[in-house]
């Protein structure tokens, strides 16, 4: 049965991103927990077109979900114009949150990690989705330790023909470098590509504790992050991790697009491969 907005009790607000405030709410009849993402009314024409985005790529995720992917059961437009979509409440929160409150991730934790988000990656390339915004406040967690990719507000259907330099909206912090500069790293650039070289920056920074590609108070401004990402060095990897986790890194973060593995190669990586729980590997 659907569900009607005036169902719903507000809670608390979850966080507050670029796109606008996250509640936890509950469906009044059935106690059930949601999460309902409002779009603020002062939101720019940009914004607009993001949720549009958006919305199109969570109808094309909601006939046959992953159990990698954030379920979205339904948007709402708002007579004020504003807009809500309401997706299933994950009780841990993000990467991010976890990273902040319990410090860094052991490699175990790190190989469940990489292997569920792989499986969602896997499930949105194979609808032609890049996601283009991989990151840990965009990993949401539940208390089985199950991660779900979330946030699709600038994720892209890929066509034939290929943009990879459209406009970009949210940090820049993890993007590829062909994505800033796709002649000197785009090779046969085929736009999945960008995903991995994200997971592996996410995965390193949850290794580390901090974000891999600044000093200790560097400002994340795009200048920064522009050098960093095309003229520095790909990101170190630490030399006290494991040869397979390295390897896996090393994997992602070639620095030309073409060099780095696939979404397909990469899960059957040692680092991840044979290693599922039944609950990460469905
Ligand atoms: P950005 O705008 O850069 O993506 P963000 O990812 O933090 O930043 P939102 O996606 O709007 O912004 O989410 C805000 C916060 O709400 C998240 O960081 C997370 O803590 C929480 N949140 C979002 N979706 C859910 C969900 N389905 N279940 C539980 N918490 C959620
Ligand atoms: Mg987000």
Redesign the pocket.
Known sequence: STIALSDLEKLHV???????T?YKVRHRRTSSLY?L?LLSPTASSDDRRLLTRETDILRRTSSLPSPHV?LCHSVFHLPSGDSAIL????DS??L??LLRRDGPFPESSLSDVARQVLHGLSYLHSLSIVHR?IKP??L?VDSDFRVKI??F?VSKVMCRSLDPCTSYV??CAYMSPERFDPEAYGGNYDGYAADVWSLGLTLLELYLGYFPLLGPGQRPDWATLMCAICFGEPPEIPGDASAEFRSFMECCLQKEAGKRWSVKQLLSHPFVAGKGSELSDL
């Open positions: 979850l966080g507050h991103g670029n796109g606008g996250v999460a993402k954030v997706m299933e409440y994950m929160g993000t991010d949150t915004d406040s965009n949401l979330s946030d507000g949210g940090t």
